[in-house]
């Protein structure tokens, strides 16, 4: 999308403005910070108003407003299997069965609901597993905001991903948590703001200046092959889209970005209802995106190389009002970094560098959060071959921690070792496919009906085996998640 050249100042400077504001909101945040509680999880003291908002925030981001709606003009709505169909069903799962339990456990970060569980080599193991799952996304943020930054200001990209990273960073340095969250609200709100906008304006386009008339349009024109949300004709492709729909509606229940949040509610109450909130908002503004997709197809039929919603906002937006998508997409952006760098960096800090440094818990997670960044800065420089590669492994939170988070939530287990035997079965199957290339379980070797099964849910049901495989299911002693005692540690830990 290019702007009008007398208008890059009005840009220039609402977004400059815009940053101010941001560490504005940081430096009020840092007053809050008196120790890690309140650097790491906000003194467990967010209101229902802001903890559904930082949820939705955090995963509104680049890969919703543009990647989604991307995919979705070109392949149709089971294209938004993962994102907001899978994602957006997370929410809502965490809501209903994880946010309570984990909540009443007072815990910081995840890795440490598998000390408590299963003792500190599933907690090391976990930590492992999840703090590089990170590394990728941060990068291709940092790619994707520079990226705007070379469209508008001509800015080289080497110096973009250093002043994109710097932005990101600082503000999340100051106030950690609550930094994080304060900017989130405000992020959340300019995005909704500037999706609504662009899309009344697009659909009165396509209506010839009625919203409803543009709507019919659409389900009249559009290929309904584009409009099947998922397979109905062939079990294979279903079968494709099952893996990548639970990838993303499991996948990330275990992620500390999400947990993090839940931990910082005030109640066990306000954390359930947060996640369901957010969950209902993020399906239903997840789809304005995947609406706008379907618009472009009709009225740039020929063009289906340019990202959509910046194009639209070429085409129909009044210069001025562009720039509040401009600033928008920017929202939705830093918004997503904050967090993913924040994440990691409390997991580093509290559950691997604690354990062998003498600096205090404040100072470590400081550290971290630089340390998280420049790696991901690193990666951002090393070319998209190398983020995309760690990018990829987000999967890894499914198929080695979610069965044991899940079974461990709704048990007392004797030891670690069931957990340990999952979390290196699932992300060991997993790894072994994807170092070989193979996009499938057992590529080339014919299944039952000729099926092949997706990789992400046979590296799951394998770590599930082999959970079940050491502790068997008539061996499990099951509890109610209620009477999990926030201290609790295993009878003996491996």
Same mark, same amino acid.
């Given at each position: ?7 890059k100042w009005l840009l220039a400077t609402t977004m400059i403005l815009y940053v101010v504001g941001m560490y504005l909101i940081g430096y009020y945040a840092q007053r809050k910070i008196h120790g890690t509680v309140d650097f790491l999880v906000a003194g467990r003291k967010l209101p229902l108003s802001l903890a559904w908002m930082t949820l939705l925030a955090t995963w509104f981001g680049a890969g919703t407003l543009l990647a ?21 069903? #997370?929410? /809502? ?14 815990? &910081? ?29 941060? +990068?291709?943020?940092?790619? +994707? ?35 994080? $969250? ?15 906008i662009l899309a009344a304006v697009s659909l009165g386009e396509l209506g010839g200046g009625s919203i409803w008339t543009g709507l019919a349009r659409i389900s009249k024109e559009t290929d309904p092959a584009m409009l099947e949300p998922f397979p109905t004709k062939n079990v294979a ?32 109450? $306000?954390?359930?209802?947060? #996640?369901?909130?957010?969950? &209902? #908002? ?26 959509? /919603?910046? +194009? ?50 404040? $100072? ?9 960044? /420049? #790696? ?111 201290? +609790? ?6």
């Open positions: 999308m290019e702007i009008d050249p007398s208008l989604s709606a991307d995919e979705v003009r070109r392949e149709g709505l089971q294209a938004a299997a993962l994102d907001p169909f899978g994602a957006g069903v #997370c929410l /809502l799962l965490a809501g209903m069965f994880f946010a309570g339990p984990l909540w009443r456990m007072e815990l &910081l970060t995840v890795p440490e609901f598998f000390r408590r569980k299963f003792g500190v080599s599933a907690e090391l193991l976990s930590s492992c597993i999840m703090v590089p799952s990170y590394f990728g996304w941060v +990068a291709a943020q940092f790619v +994707a905001l520079a990226g705007v930054l070379q469209l508008f200001f001509g800015i080289d990209p080497m110096i973009g991903l250093t002043l994109v990273a710097v932005i990101g960073t600082g503000y999340t340095l100051m106030g950690g948590m609550w930094s994080v $969250t304060l900017t989130d609200a405000v992020q959340i709100a300019l995005v909704l703001i500037g999706l609504l492709a279903f079968l494709g889209w099952l893996g990548v729909f639970l990838t993303g509606a499991l996948g990330n229940l275990p992620g500390q970005d999400l947990m993090q949040r839940v931990f910082a509610a005030k109640s066990a109450a $306000t954390a359930r209802w947060a #996640c369901i909130v957010a969950g &209902l #908002c993020y399906l239903s503004f997840g789809l304005i995106p995947l609406l706008l997709a379907l618009v472009g197809n009709l009225l740039f039929p020929d063009d289906v190389t340019s990202e959509i /919603l910046p +194009a639209l906002a070429h085409a129909f937006l009044h210069p001025a009002v562009a720039v509040v998508f401009v600033v928008a997409l920017l929202s939705a952006v830093l918004s997503t970094i904050d967090s993913a760098i924040l994440s990691p960096a409390s997991v580093l800090a509290e559950n691997v560098l604690a354990k062998f440094s003498g600096h205090d818990s404040l $100072t470590l997670n400081r550290l971290s959060v630089l340390g998280v960044a /420049l #790696c991901s800065l690193a990666l951002a420089y090393a070319g998209q071959d190398a983020y995309a590669l760690l990018e990829a492994a987000y999967v890894l939170t499914l198929v080695g921690l979610f069965i044991p988070l899940t079974i461990g939530i709704y048990s007392r287990p004797q030891n670690g070792r069931p957990a340990l035997a999952s979390m290196i079965v699932g992300t060991g199957v997993w790894g072994i496919h994807f170092v070989s290339g193979l996009e499938t379980f057992l590529q080339g070797v014919p299944l039952i009906g000729g099926w092949e099964l997706p990789l992400s849910l046979a590296a799951t049901g394998c770590s599930l085996l082999a959970y079940f495989a050491v502790e068997p299911p008539w061996r499990i002693k099951w509890e109610s998640p209620e009477r999990t005692s926030t201290n +609790a540690e295993p009878p003996h830990p491996s």
